[in-house]
T-cell receptor
Protein backbone atom coordinates (compact mmCIF):
# COMPACT_ATOMS: atom_id res chain seq x y z
CA UNK A 1 0.00 0.00 0.00
CA UNK A 2 1.45 3.35 -1.03
CA UNK A 3 1.97 5.87 1.73
CA UNK A 4 1.21 9.56 1.79
CA UNK A 5 3.05 11.38 -0.96
CA UNK A 6 3.91 15.04 -1.22
CA UNK A 7 5.30 17.12 -4.05
CA UNK A 8 7.55 18.81 -4.64
CA UNK A 9 10.21 17.71 -2.17
CA UNK A 10 11.84 21.10 -2.22
CA UNK A 11 10.51 24.45 -3.38
CA UNK A 12 12.41 27.70 -3.62
CA UNK A 13 10.46 30.91 -4.10
CA UNK A 14 11.09 34.60 -3.73
CA UNK A 15 9.19 36.91 -1.43
CA UNK A 16 5.83 37.93 -2.84
CA UNK A 17 5.43 34.87 -5.06
CA UNK A 18 2.88 32.10 -4.65
CA UNK A 19 3.62 28.50 -3.73
CA UNK A 20 1.52 25.42 -4.37
CA UNK A 21 2.15 22.24 -2.41
CA UNK A 22 0.43 18.94 -3.13
CA UNK A 23 -0.48 15.92 -1.07
CA UNK A 24 -1.91 12.52 -1.96
CA UNK A 25 -3.32 10.58 0.99
CA UNK A 26 -3.24 6.87 1.53
CA UNK A 27 -5.85 5.16 -0.64
CA UNK A 28 -9.19 5.21 1.16
CA UNK A 29 -8.28 7.97 3.58
CA UNK A 30 -10.68 10.89 3.32
CA UNK A 31 -9.10 13.34 5.74
CA UNK A 32 -6.00 15.42 5.10
CA UNK A 33 -4.24 17.63 7.61
CA UNK A 34 -1.61 20.24 6.79
CA UNK A 35 1.06 21.35 9.26
CA UNK A 36 3.85 23.91 9.18
CA UNK A 37 7.10 23.10 10.94
CA UNK A 38 9.47 26.05 11.07
CA UNK A 39 13.11 25.29 11.82
CA UNK A 40 13.55 24.04 15.36
CA UNK A 41 9.87 24.26 16.18
CA UNK A 42 7.02 21.85 16.60
CA UNK A 43 4.17 21.26 14.21
CA UNK A 44 1.71 24.08 13.83
CA UNK A 45 -1.72 23.03 12.56
CA UNK A 46 -2.66 24.76 9.33
CA UNK A 47 -5.73 23.18 7.73
CA UNK A 48 -7.95 20.12 7.94
CA UNK A 49 -9.95 18.78 5.03
CA UNK A 50 -12.41 15.93 5.16
CA UNK A 51 -14.65 14.64 2.39
CA UNK A 52 -13.80 17.63 0.24
CA UNK A 53 -14.68 20.26 2.82
CA UNK A 54 -12.48 22.48 4.95
CA UNK A 55 -13.31 21.47 8.53
CA UNK A 56 -10.96 23.68 10.49
CA UNK A 57 -8.01 25.98 10.10
CA UNK A 58 -5.27 27.01 12.46
CA UNK A 59 -4.14 30.48 13.44
CA UNK A 60 -2.68 31.45 10.07
CA UNK A 61 -3.48 34.40 7.81
CA UNK A 62 -5.90 34.00 4.88
CA UNK A 63 -3.04 33.89 2.40
CA UNK A 64 -2.69 30.27 3.48
CA UNK A 65 -5.46 28.37 1.74
CA UNK A 66 -6.13 25.06 0.15
CA UNK A 67 -8.59 22.61 -1.19
CA UNK A 68 -9.35 18.93 -1.35
CA UNK A 69 -10.21 17.26 -4.61
CA UNK A 70 -12.81 14.52 -5.25
CA UNK A 71 -10.05 11.89 -5.09
CA UNK A 72 -9.15 13.25 -1.61
CA UNK A 73 -5.80 14.62 -2.68
CA UNK A 74 -5.13 18.11 -1.43
CA UNK A 75 -3.38 21.29 -2.36
CA UNK A 76 -1.96 23.97 -0.08
CA UNK A 77 -1.52 27.43 -1.53
CA UNK A 78 0.51 30.16 0.06
CA UNK A 79 0.11 33.59 -1.50
CA UNK A 80 2.30 36.67 -1.10
CA UNK A 81 5.15 34.61 0.35
CA UNK A 82 7.07 36.06 3.27
CA UNK A 83 10.52 35.05 4.52
CA UNK A 84 9.01 33.53 7.66
CA UNK A 85 6.99 31.10 5.53
CA UNK A 86 10.20 29.13 5.05
CA UNK A 87 9.47 25.81 6.72
CA UNK A 88 8.82 22.12 6.28
CA UNK A 89 5.19 21.58 5.32
CA UNK A 90 3.84 18.21 6.34
CA UNK A 91 0.68 16.56 5.16
CA UNK A 92 -1.01 13.73 7.03
CA UNK A 93 -3.93 11.53 6.16
CA UNK A 94 -6.32 9.54 8.29
CA UNK A 95 -9.50 7.56 7.92
CA UNK A 96 -11.57 9.05 10.73
CA UNK A 97 -14.23 6.38 10.58
CA UNK A 98 -11.76 3.54 10.98
CA UNK A 99 -11.57 3.78 14.76
CA UNK A 100 -7.83 4.28 14.50
CA UNK A 101 -6.69 7.83 14.96
CA UNK A 102 -3.15 7.40 13.77
CA UNK A 103 -2.12 10.05 11.30
CA UNK A 104 0.07 8.89 8.47
CA UNK A 105 2.53 11.57 7.46
CA UNK A 106 4.10 12.31 4.12
CA UNK A 107 7.79 13.12 3.71
CA UNK A 108 7.10 16.85 3.58
CA UNK A 109 7.83 19.75 1.27
CA UNK A 110 10.63 22.05 2.31
CA UNK A 111 9.74 25.57 1.24
CA UNK A 112 12.47 28.19 1.14
CA UNK A 113 11.55 31.81 0.60
CA UNK A 114 14.38 34.14 -0.38
CA UNK B 1 -8.01 25.03 25.51
CA UNK B 2 -6.09 22.02 24.30
CA UNK B 3 -2.36 22.11 24.88
CA UNK B 4 0.63 19.79 24.87
CA UNK B 5 3.75 20.70 26.83
CA UNK B 6 7.16 19.12 26.43
CA UNK B 7 9.60 20.75 28.86
CA UNK B 8 12.79 19.01 27.78
CA UNK B 9 14.26 20.68 24.67
CA UNK B 10 17.16 18.21 24.63
CA UNK B 11 18.05 14.95 26.30
CA UNK B 12 21.09 12.70 26.30
CA UNK B 13 21.14 9.00 27.10
CA UNK B 14 23.84 6.37 27.09
CA UNK B 15 23.41 3.55 24.61
CA UNK B 16 21.52 0.59 26.11
CA UNK B 17 20.11 2.71 28.92
CA UNK B 18 16.44 3.67 29.34
CA UNK B 19 15.21 7.23 28.94
CA UNK B 20 11.95 9.00 29.77
CA UNK B 21 10.65 11.88 27.68
CA UNK B 22 8.11 14.04 29.46
CA UNK B 23 4.76 15.19 28.14
CA UNK B 24 1.90 16.90 29.90
CA UNK B 25 -1.39 17.86 28.34
CA UNK B 26 -4.36 20.03 29.03
CA UNK B 27 -7.86 19.27 27.83
CA UNK B 28 -11.42 19.44 29.01
CA UNK B 29 -12.45 16.56 26.78
CA UNK B 30 -13.45 13.28 28.37
CA UNK B 31 -12.40 11.29 25.34
CA UNK B 32 -9.01 11.97 23.81
CA UNK B 33 -5.95 10.18 22.55
CA UNK B 34 -2.25 10.66 23.07
CA UNK B 35 0.48 9.88 20.57
CA UNK B 36 4.22 9.92 20.31
CA UNK B 37 6.02 10.46 17.01
CA UNK B 38 9.69 10.24 16.12
CA UNK B 39 11.19 12.62 13.58
CA UNK B 40 14.70 11.75 12.36
CA UNK B 41 16.84 14.36 10.68
CA UNK B 42 15.36 13.35 7.33
CA UNK B 43 12.09 14.96 8.41
CA UNK B 44 9.52 12.20 8.16
CA UNK B 45 7.19 11.67 11.13
CA UNK B 46 7.14 8.11 12.39
CA UNK B 47 4.26 6.95 14.59
CA UNK B 48 5.50 5.22 17.75
CA UNK B 49 2.68 4.62 20.20
CA UNK B 50 -0.93 5.54 21.04
CA UNK B 51 -2.87 5.72 24.31
CA UNK B 52 -6.59 6.30 24.52
CA UNK B 53 -7.97 8.23 27.47
CA UNK B 54 -10.15 5.28 28.50
CA UNK B 55 -7.40 2.70 28.21
CA UNK B 56 -6.67 1.40 31.67
CA UNK B 57 -3.33 -0.17 30.84
CA UNK B 58 -0.29 1.70 29.64
CA UNK B 59 0.40 1.21 25.95
CA UNK B 60 3.52 -0.65 24.90
CA UNK B 61 5.09 -1.17 21.48
CA UNK B 62 8.36 -3.05 21.54
CA UNK B 63 10.94 -0.87 23.30
CA UNK B 64 8.46 1.98 23.65
CA UNK B 65 6.01 2.34 26.49
CA UNK B 66 3.74 5.19 27.43
CA UNK B 67 3.48 6.01 31.13
CA UNK B 68 -0.07 7.38 31.27
CA UNK B 69 -1.06 9.17 34.47
CA UNK B 70 -4.52 10.54 33.82
CA UNK B 71 -4.96 12.44 37.07
CA UNK B 72 -1.68 14.24 36.52
CA UNK B 73 -2.41 14.68 32.81
CA UNK B 74 0.93 13.26 31.83
CA UNK B 75 1.86 10.86 29.05
CA UNK B 76 5.58 10.23 29.26
CA UNK B 77 7.39 8.10 26.69
CA UNK B 78 9.83 5.52 27.99
CA UNK B 79 12.39 4.11 25.59
CA UNK B 80 14.19 1.06 26.92
CA UNK B 81 17.60 -0.16 25.81
CA UNK B 82 18.38 2.95 23.77
CA UNK B 83 20.03 2.50 20.40
CA UNK B 84 22.06 4.94 18.32
CA UNK B 85 19.22 5.01 15.80
CA UNK B 86 16.93 6.44 18.45
CA UNK B 87 18.65 9.81 18.12
CA UNK B 88 15.89 12.06 16.75
CA UNK B 89 13.23 14.61 17.66
CA UNK B 90 10.30 13.20 19.58
CA UNK B 91 6.88 14.82 19.55
CA UNK B 92 4.00 14.23 21.88
CA UNK B 93 0.57 14.85 20.35
CA UNK B 94 -3.04 14.77 21.43
CA UNK B 95 -6.23 14.10 19.54
CA UNK B 96 -9.19 16.01 20.89
CA UNK B 97 -11.53 18.92 20.35
CA UNK B 98 -13.71 19.51 17.30
CA UNK B 99 -15.40 16.15 17.56
CA UNK B 100 -12.15 14.51 18.52
CA UNK B 101 -10.63 15.12 15.12
CA UNK B 102 -8.20 17.89 15.98
CA UNK B 103 -4.55 17.13 16.64
CA UNK B 104 -2.21 19.17 18.84
CA UNK B 105 1.56 18.77 18.96
CA UNK B 106 4.17 19.67 21.54
CA UNK B 107 7.38 21.50 20.70
CA UNK B 108 9.42 18.32 20.78
CA UNK B 109 12.41 16.86 22.59
CA UNK B 110 15.70 16.24 20.84
CA UNK B 111 17.15 12.93 22.00
CA UNK B 112 20.81 12.10 21.49
CA UNK B 113 22.04 8.59 22.19
CA UNK B 114 25.70 8.48 23.20
CA UNK B 115 27.74 5.41 22.30
Amino acid sequence: EAGVTQSPTHLIKTRGQQATLRCSPISGHTSVYWYQQALGLGLQFLLWYDEGEERNRGNFPPRFSGRQFPNYSSELNVNALELEDSALYLCASILLTSGSYEQYFGPGTRLTVT
Amino acid sequence: AQKITQTQPGMFVQEKEAVTLDCTYDTSDQSYGLFWYKQPSSGEMIFLIYQGSYDEQNATEGRYSLNFQKARKSANLVISASQLGDSAMYFCAMRGGNGGNQFYFGTGTSLTVIP
